[in-house]
Every structure is written in C-alpha cells, then in structure tokens.
C-alpha cells in the first residue's frame, strides 16, 4: 500500500490504538473511526461478550475500516492468561506466565501461545498484547507479580520466546512487554511513577535480557513502561516518552524492527506528570509507533489533535509519522490482515471448544500446583470437621477486569469435602478473626485460601490467630507466592499462582489426592 495516498489526518489514525465502552458498535467508535480515522482497536473485558457478540463485533470494526479508509485495524487485547485475561471461557483461557514456570512443560509456552493464537485469529483478534517478559524479582510489585515467568532471567527469555514463537505462527502479531522491564518496582503505573536506578551491567543481565532474546527471535511487537530509568535516560523521561530507550536503545541499538507501541495513556504515571495530550506528541517524538488510549473519548480526541497540531507546526516531521504509518502498514500486511481481516465464526467456535485444547490447559494447570511443604503429612485431606476460609477473587490492579462470575475456595472446598466454609474480605478485621478462630479451635482440619496476604496484614493475623489453637493448618496460596514470605509456623502449604476456576479445580484434585503436585517454585523465597 502507497501511503503516500493517506492524508495526514489518516496516517495519524493509523498511528492511534483505542477502546470504547461497548459490546457492540456505539456512537464512541463509530466517531473515531469516521471523523478521526482511528486505526487498531483495544478491547478490553467489557468489549467481550458471547462468542458471537464478539465475532460480530470484531466484524463489525474491520467492515466499518475497510469503508471508512480501505484499512483494516489491528485488534488487539491483553491476553495474557491467568488473572489477566479478555477471554475467560474455552480454549483462549490459560493460566498466568507464573503457572506455567512452576509447571516447566518443554514446549508448553510454544503450544499455548500456537492455541491462543488460533483461537483468536479466528475470533478476528490479530494482536495480543503479551508475553509479559517483565523479570519479577521485587516480592513487593503490585502489578506485575504472577504475570511474569519468574525471576531468573534466561527462563523468563526462553518461555517468553516460545508463546512468541507459537502465537505469531498462527499471524496474532505479539507484543511483548512492559519494556525496558517492570519486574522491579513497587509502585504500579496505574497509579504513581517508578523508578529504577540500577546500572547498566544489571539491567542487562536482568530487566533487558528477555527483551533482547525476543528481539532477536522476531517479536513483531514491543510494549513501553511508563518507568523511569535513570541509566538509560539523563533527562528523567519514562520509557514511553523517551527517545533514548525507544529510539537509540530499542530501535537502533538491538535493531528492533517492528511496531513500538505506548501501554495506555490515560494511566496516572502519564497523566498525572505530563497530561496524555502532551505525552502523546512526546511519546511519538520519542519513537512510539502506536499509540493506546483505551478508554475516554475527549481525551482520545484531545490526543489526536495534539499529535496533529504538532505536525502542522513543524514539531513532529511528517516523514517521522510516515515511518511509523509505513511500518503499521507493513506488519498489517505481513500478518495478512489487508487481505483476510475478518473473523470465522465456525472455526472460531470450533476452536474455543477444542477438547484437545481444553485438556492441554488443564494439564498445565495441574502441573502447576506447587506443594511447598507438607511437614505433618496433613494431604490427601481426609476426615470430618474441615473449616474452609477465603476471599473471592477480586479485581487488585488496575489491568484486571472485575470478575464477572462470584465463587470462593473455600465454598469449593466444602463442596468438595465437607465442613463449614468461611468468605472473608481480603483485609478482615478483628471481631470476623475472633470469630473465625474461634470456628477453628476444634476442626479437624483447617484450609484457609490466601490472596496476597502479603500486602493484606487482616490475613495474616487471622492465620497467626488460628495456628495458635490448631496445629492442622493447609495455607492454599490462591496468588501470589511471596505470601510464603509473611507465612510462618504453618505445616502444609500449597502454591497455585492465581485464583481461576482451572486453579481451584486443580488444586481440589491434590487436597484430595487425586494427582500428585509436581510444581516447582518460579521464583527463590527459601
């Protein structure tokens, strides 16, 4: 395609990444597209309704491109799998980058990210906004945590590049992230600004490694941290809007090819420091190909216009845009978006509901489940008078849509095996410990679900106060695994690296003996 032929008002839309609030085509998208010319679409949880709602849906954007400019979008969503998931149903659904280091299956990356793949193309998804190949070796990160592989480095890498390797084989475009790493922060871009001070001689063998073997294996797609770090940039700029890490480190020196696209403008981290109309036109200076502004419309609009304004004026060099809209274009073709953008609802439904699949998921899942210790024998979980204890899995950053389907641990667990069965907020307060404690002086045995209990000290005090009257205790781990890190004194305790259905079910199956906990730990607590 000659975009010599775009307008300059096209080209910008080319460059622009936008969600919308609906299930369906709504007056948000449908101003986007037809009086901004909008080009990739983000869809998020609430875009994401029935198979055929979405299978409609996808069809109705590319329909609705291909008139408006003769352009099909890239549509892309975070399907990371685990916690951090768009689809939740069928084939598309896996458990978290954790789980899958703890479950160490050769080639189980590659065969998720081949599944995932194909599930969505046939969905009329082309992008997914994952591997996370952020290293998570800060026990404190509130955002990254069990979406990454683990803390070593070069397994990071190498199951990163195998999803990369799998999804891209099916023409899904992945976009790995968060670059240059955010495995070590204790501060969430949804909120605040990081910072990392590390030198060089660690960033290279830690946060940039995994990034530098995706490069290298031909990851098409590479997302931005909105983070500071100050050995790559003198001037106190995030990775988004800094030109040395995108341009000078990412694009010339590991001679990355593909599109370098923004995480989402409208996080505080921007927002906040520079205001999203301004970070745009800087994040386009500094390099950023795409552009993701997934939520409100005025500020899309703002953008837009900004980003505009600054061409007119001579800030931004339309040969600059013409780069980025020439390299979009390029990869839309590579991965046969410009000839067969639409969805196949057959396939699609074919696909989701592939029983081979479903299993391959599961046995994942399984394999996961780590047991840490079991000092006085206490699994399989055998006899009368169990106590069950756990929240229910809520939403805790601001990448995660709020679960949409209510269920708790610990009301599995009884289902399961008998007993009472306790849901707890994740911060209880003093009267519900008593209380529940008091519940578990007599059980026979006692399984209380935990979820990030390390940052949640109400869990904490209610486990202290039932070991204190009962010695059987089995902590489920239903999260994060640092929580071993605030555990102490209790005999039995299980790692499972997030809170699905798949994991619960899995983890129900080891309690009871059914199969035997072959995970491994991803990351060094001990």
């Given at each position: 395609?000659?975009?010599?032929k ?20 709504d007056?948000?998208f449908m101003?986007?597209?037809r009086?901004?010319?909008?080009g ?10 029935s198979?055929?709602?979405t ?8 329909e ?8 099909p ?6 399907q ?30 590659f065969e ?22 952020d ?5 404190e ?13 070069l ?13 891209q ?8 992230k ?11 871009t949804h ?6 001070s590390?030198g060089?001689?660690?960033?290279n ?17 590479i997302?931005?941290a909105h983070?500071?770090y100050?050995a790559?940039?003198d001037?106190g ?11 000078r ?14 995480d ?5 981290a921007?927002a ?8 745009s036109?800087?994040?386009?200076k500094a390099g950023?190909d ?15 216009d900004?980003i505009?304004n600054?061409?007119?004026k ?6 600059r ?19 067969n ?38 699994i ?16 805790l ?11 708790a641990f ?11 069965a306790?849901?707890?907020?994740l ?6 410990i ?20 390390n940052?949640?000290?109400g869990?904490?005090e209610?486990?202290d106060?039932?070991k ?20 102490h ?34 990351i060094?607590?001990?």
């Amino acid at each position: 395609m000659d975009i010599k032929k775009l307008s300059l008002d096209e080209k910008i839309g080319q460059m622009i990444m936008a969600g919308f609030p609906s299930k369906y085509f709504d007056d948000h998208f449908m101003r986007l597209v037809r009086e901004y010319n909008v080009g990739n679409i983000d869809l998020f949880g609430r875009n994401i309704g029935s198979i055929r709602e979405t299978v409609s849906l996808t069809h109705d954007i590319q329909e609705n491109m291909i008139e408006n400019m003769g352009i099909p979008a890239f549509i892309g969503m975070d399907q990371e799998g685990g916690m951090v998931s768009r689809i939740k149903e069928g084939a598309a659904f896996f458990p978290g980058n954790m789980a899958f280091g703890a479950a160490n299956i050769k080639g189980g990356t590659f065969e998720e990210g081949r599944i995932i793949g194909e599930v969505l193309r046939n969905m009329g998804i082309n992008l997914d906004i994952a591997p996370v190949l952020d290293v998570n070796c800060n026990p404190e990160n509130p955002i990254i945590g069990t979406r990454s592989y683990g803390d070593n480095p070069l397994k990071v890498a190498s199951l990163g590049v195998d999803f990369i390797k799998g999804i891209q084989s099916r023409n899904v475009l992945s976009a790995a992230k968060h670059f240059p790493g955010h495995g070590d922060t204790s501060a969430d871009t949804h909120l605040s600004m990081p910072y990392i001070s590390y030198g060089m001689d660690r960033l290279n063998k830690v946060e940039l490694y995994p990034f530098r073997k995706a490069v290298n294996a031909g990851v098409d797609g590479i997302m931005t941290a909105h983070i500071v770090y100050t050995a790559l940039e003198d001037k106190g700029l995030p990775a988004t809007l800094s030109y040395n890490i995108l341009t000078r480190l990412l694009r010339e020196e590991m001679n990355f090819k593909g599109i370098i696209i923004t995480d989402c403008m409208e996080m505080d981290a921007i927002a906040r420091n520079y205001g999203i109309e301004k970070a745009s036109v800087m994040a386009v200076k500094a390099g950023a190909d795409m552009i993701c502004i997934s939520h409100h419309l005025d500020v899309q609009i703002k953008s837009i216009d900004a980003i505009k304004n600054a061409v007119l004026k001579g800030d931004i060099a339309e040969d600059r845009i013409d780069d980025s809209v020439q390299r979009i274009v390029d990869m839309k073709n590579k991965y046969n978006i410009l000839k067969n953008p639409f969805p196949d609802i057959k396939k699609a439904e074919a696909s989701l509901e592939n029983s081979v699949y479903l299993n391959f998921s599961r046995e994942i899942s399984q394999k996961s489940i780590t047991l840490v210790k079991d000092d006085n024998n206490l699994i399989p979980l055998k006899g009368d008078g169990i106590v069950s204890i756990a929240p229910e899995p809520l939403s805790l950053t601001g990448v995660e849509d709020e679960e949409k389907r209510k269920y708790a641990f610990s009301y599995a667990v009884k289902e399961k095996f008998g007993g009472k069965a306790f849901i707890i907020p994740l911060n209880p307060e003093m009267d519900l410990i008593q209380k529940i404690s008091a519940e578990c002086k007599d059980a026979f045995r006692v399984v209380i679900g935990t979820y990030n209990a390390n940052s949640n000290p109400g869990q904490l005090e209610l486990i202290d106060k039932i070991k204190k009257c009962n010695k059987n205790v089995i902590a489920v781990i239903l999260r994060s695994p640092y929580d071993l890190l605030s555990i102490h004194g209790i005999s039995t305790c299980v790692c499972t690296y997030e809170y699905t259905p798949n994991s619960v079910s899995s983890v129900l199956k080891v309690l009871d003996g059914e199969i035997k906990p072959s995970g491994n730990l991803p990351i060094n607590i001990f």
